[in-house]
């Protein structure tokens, strides 16, 4: 029997007393196996955001399938993917690993390998998968392991700092005594609601890793959905290590992290060691099916093409929110991230993850979802945040929004 009757134990926490359980998901529908179908703007948390079982990415998955699931050997694909990967983000050197979580692992691995240093920070509120070292809070000034973190391995104060993010001053004090290792960041914050960078964040944020040789790792997993080259390519970060997963193989599991020439001189005489035990990929990471899977999403499906056709209609999504806000006076406010959508119970976007925390209503974000929910409409749970695929229509977004509206009148009158 599956702990808590589901595949991941969060999954009873979707609103409602019981999870969906689904018989087909097809674009950007679900089918549940009552028969009742949803427009999906949940999306698997990033990891279908281009709809479910795309054609192009089911056929080189059949093909593959027939062809060799798993050698531990390198096949042809993996040379065009971490050629195309570099292409799209500017960095030489690419691994793949299974998750995104596994990704950002071996990429700290790598970074304490460089510089020889222990410590990592991160900014408050963020998360980069089940990673023990992100997996923390800011209390007070303090550094606390997250609630709700299973079996730490060591107090999170030993291996981690934290800053709130956009707070400069806060992130040099962290980095002068020349301790940590890297920076683990999302180039705009998606799991706390979504934050955008000041302007000239990202530049103070380069400026001072490089001062103090700390290591800049940039979380793309989520930022993705800015584009063709995510959030780098779009907004020209130069990170020193960018890492990946989610939609990547358009959910077959796959992940990649893609490593600067600074940082590879740095690690590759050991990469090349005959004794290597480094701790970094497992059995599964690279096999053939996920590699074939993975470059016909690069190929067919997360093109220019499809995110011209998504871009508008995440505008319209976004401004039919913003619409009904307006009208209902609610002191709250939508942001826009590429083609992800998220509002929240504010009046004003938030600069950092207290701010958000400060206003977080557990309650009726649960109401707001379930009211979608008996509507028609999937949203991600414990976030109000909504994603565009290349198979959604003009005809789902104005679907939600007038779900939207009618929620918000109800809850005022
Ligand atoms: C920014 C970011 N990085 C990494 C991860 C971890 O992804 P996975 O759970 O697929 O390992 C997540 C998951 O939500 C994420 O949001």
Same mark, same amino acid.
């Given at each position: ?137 800011? &209390?007070? *000034? ?5 609630? @709700? =973190?299973?079996? +730490? ?5 030993? /291996? ?116 290597? &035990?480094? *701790? ?5 990471? @690279? =096999?053939?099916? +996920? ?5 016909? /999403? ?116």
């Amino acid at each position: 029997m599956l702990l808590a009757g589901v595949p991941m134990n969060w999954m009873i926490r979707w609103a409602g007393p019981f999870p969906l359980f689904v018989k087909e998901g097809k674009g950007a529908r679900i089918t549940d196996v009552d028969g009742h179908s949803y427009v999906d703007f949940c999306l698997g948390d990033t990891g279908s955001m281009f709809g479910h079982s795309p054609k192009a990415v089911v056929d080189a998955v059949s093909r593959q399938v027939r062809r060799g699931i798993t050698m531990m050997l390198p096949t042809e694909d993996s040379i065009w993917v971490g050629r195309e990967l570099g292409r799209r983000f500017g960095l030489p050197y690419w691994q793949v690993a299974m998750t995104a979580t596994d990704a950002n692992r071996y990429s700290i691995k790598i970074a304490r390998m460089a510089t020889g240093r222990k410590k990592i920070l991160v900014v408050d509120g963020c998360y980069h998968g089940s990673v023990d070292e992100a997996l923390v809070s800011l &209390e007070n *000034g303090r550094v606390v392991p997250r609630k @709700g =973190n299973l079996g +730490a391995p060591i107090d999170p104060a030993v /291996t981690t700092k934290v800053v709130e993010f956009n707070d400069i001053e806060a992130l040099e004090r962290a980095l002068r005594p020349q301790d940590v290792a890297c920076v683990l960041i999302e180039p705009a914050m998606t799991n706390h609601g979504i934050i955008l960078p000041d302007p000239g964040y990202h530049e103070a944020l380069r400026e001072l890793t490089l001062k103090y040789g700390t290591l800049l790792i940039d979380d793309e997993t989520h930022t993705l959905c800015c584009g063709v080259g995510g959030y780098t390519r779009e907004y020209g970060l130069d990170p020193d290590i960018i890492t990946m997963g989610k939609p990547l193989a358009s959910g077959v599991p796959v992940a990649a992290y893609g490593i600067s020439r600074r940082v590879t001189d740095l690690v590759f005489d050991r990469i090349h060691d005959d004794e290597d &035990e480094s *701790g970094i990929g497992g059995t599964l990471s @690279g =096999n053939a099916l +996920a590699v074939a899977a993975m470059r016909a /999403t690069l190929e067919k499906v997360y093109t220019e093409a499809n995110f011209r056709k998504m871009m508008p209609l995440a505008e319209r999504f976004s401004k039919g929110v913003e619409d009904a806000i307006v009208s209902e006076e609610l002191p709250w406010q939508v942001t826009r991230l590429g083609v992800r959508i998220e509002y929240s119970f504010m009046p004003k976007p938030p600069r950092n993850g207290s701010e958000v925390d400060a206003h977080k209503d557990s309650e009726l974000e649960k109401l707001m979802h379930l009211m979608a929910l008996n509507r028609g409409i999937l949203l991600t749970p414990f976030h109000n945040m909504a994603l565009i695929s290349p198979a959604t229509k003009r005809e789902d977004v104005d679907l939600h929004t007038g779900v939207f509206q009618e929620s918000v009148s109800a809850l005022v009158r």
